[in-house]
């Protein structure tokens, strides 16, 4: 058996999904007469579900009946003592004969009298339970049952256990990979920009249509060729020196613009980002390229001129305007839109007096601050932006928003300077108002809210001062069965503070009888979403009484039970 379980194990480990894995288990121990069950824990290790059964779909079909309960996917509660729970304690392998109680085990209790008969119709005499242990975490459990099992078997179950735990675990990274390769895999093929992966010779391992499409040759190609080989003779040198700098650690990545030739002997230009892949101890493995094709900035006055023109339609469909500062002279430009939100005159000269004297002295500070920012030499990255108040001669108050760019020139003396800047202008006045309104709008309903929660919290408290003073015992009971609510009266029953009471599983405040039966019917409640109600003689500190008690499940979107609301009731004098 061993060794037949054993050459089954190897033929798992090649499997690529988990179905894979139950097939391969499936063909094989039918040969052998077996017959195997898989149980995969939640989180929480409280509860098992059916993830697979080699049985044939007939006996399935028939123990369903029988139980009327359905197989796929069907959970069951690891109870507390049982021989499962030996197994996920103790991480040991339990040959069981009969299996009679383990079947009961997996049936609801209303249920368990069916474990006889459902134990013949599954030919599950005797068996073995082994842990589906992986890295000393516990996934599940692996069940093979069969007429000639002995316990001289359990060593062979155990090993196949283990390497069925293993199988499926490399599914599951298997899985994970093969997400992450088809997200890698679809961006290299259909990014628009093009990417190679290069060695450190120098030659593409792999390139993506993008490029191959730019350079016109064949990925088959290129991997015959090194970049020397489609670089512009010019633009070689320069390249190889940021690549050796970046291989000796001296950048991170580096960017260029370079010449490409095409397979037909066209000049292109690109636009190259290279950066270096290391391994765990830092060893470069292969460089990353990407490329992308920039031929078209380098074209002709006329298409300048047209590109020009689409900016200036752009400029106006959006009611921009665009201005412009020599600050070696001073000389300040705005088009026709920006004198309009400046509150300009057509003809009227536009000085850098003009200018500074329209910004609301409130905002003075902040765009003196901004300027300094932008064009310091040391420090600024060329951008300048920000949203400021102009105060127009009429007395008018406008908000307006600008950005732009800064230009620097090397000055022999000086060294960087800042000379130009030039940028666009928008009147956000309407925009300021809309987010006045909206912030407004938003406190107000932040006040509703607020006294929506101050009437519910009310609500909520008559309901207590409900549920406190009444003489029934009342209780909330979460899906973990500890109690989250206990009202005084059941508190004064059980001769006990609240507080002790609440965050205990249920069945520590009852004899060991009657919390067998309270788990059991509130087991029940909580898989079958049905209200359950018994009379039953409880024990209590100073009394024996009959209490009639109701369970009452409490759902989440009308469909998972979440907890079970109980209220018991003293019938002893009725």
Known sequence: LLLMLSQTAQRMQQARSPEAVYQTIGNE??????????????????AARIGYMSFAPSVIQLAE?????????????????????????EKKTLFISPMDDLIAEALPKAANFLAPNLTKVMGMDQGIVAPLEVNDEIMGFLTVTGDVLTEADITAVSAFANQTAIALQNTR????????????????EHAGVGIALVNMEGKPMET???????????SEELTQMDFTQFTHPEDIAKDLTSFQSLVAGDLDLYEM??????????????????????????????????????????????????????????????????WFNDLDTGELFWDGRAREIFGADPDEPITLERGLSIIHPDDRDMVNEEFARATNPQTALGDYGLEYRILLQDET??????????????????????VRLTGIVMDITARKEAEKALRRHRDELEELVAQRAAALKASETRYRTLT???????????????????????????????????????????????AAQQRDALQYVLQSGQTVQAENKVSF???DIWLHTRLVPITENGKEVTAVLGVSRDITSL
Do not use: C
Request: glycine share 6%; hydrophobic share 40%; aromatic share 8%.
């Open 29 to 46: 121990v039918e040969k052998l007469g077996f017959n195997v069950t898989i149980l995969l824990l939640n989180e929480t290790k409280a």
């Open 257 to 322: 613009e370079k010449r490409y030739i095409h397979k037909d002997g066209t000049i292109l230009w690109g636009w190259l980002i290279v950066t270096l892949v290391r391994d765990a101890n830092g060893t470069p493995q292969f460089a990353i390229g990407l490329v992308e094709n920039i031929t078209n900035r380098k074209q002709a006055e006329v298409a300048l001129r047209r590109s020009e023109a689409l900016r200036r339609v752009a400029l106006e469909g959006a009611e921009m305007g665009t």
């Open 208 to 218: 993506n249509p993008a490029l191959q499409d730019m350079l016109g040759y064949s």
């Open 468 to 514: 406190e003073s009444s003489p029934d015992m009342i209780f909330l009971i979460d899906h973990d069965h500890t109690v989250s609510y206990v009202n005084q009266s059941a508190a004064s029953q059980f001769d006990k503070d609240r507080n002790d009471i609440i965050g205990q599983p249920h069945t520590s405040l009852f004899p060991a009888e009657i």
């Open 173 to 188: 990274y298997l899985s994970q990979l093969n997400e992450k390769e088809t997200r890698f895999r679809a961006i290299f």
């Open 397 to 418: 108050i406008r908000w307006v928003a600008t950005k732009g760019r800064v230009i620097f020139e090397d000055d022999e003396t000086l060294g960087r300077k800042a």
């Open 541 to 543: 500190p100073h009394e």
């Open 65 to 89: 009946k029988l139980t009327g309960l359905k197989a796929k996917n069907y959970h069951l509660s690891i109870k507390p003592g049982g021989h499962y729970d030996q197994v996920l304690k």
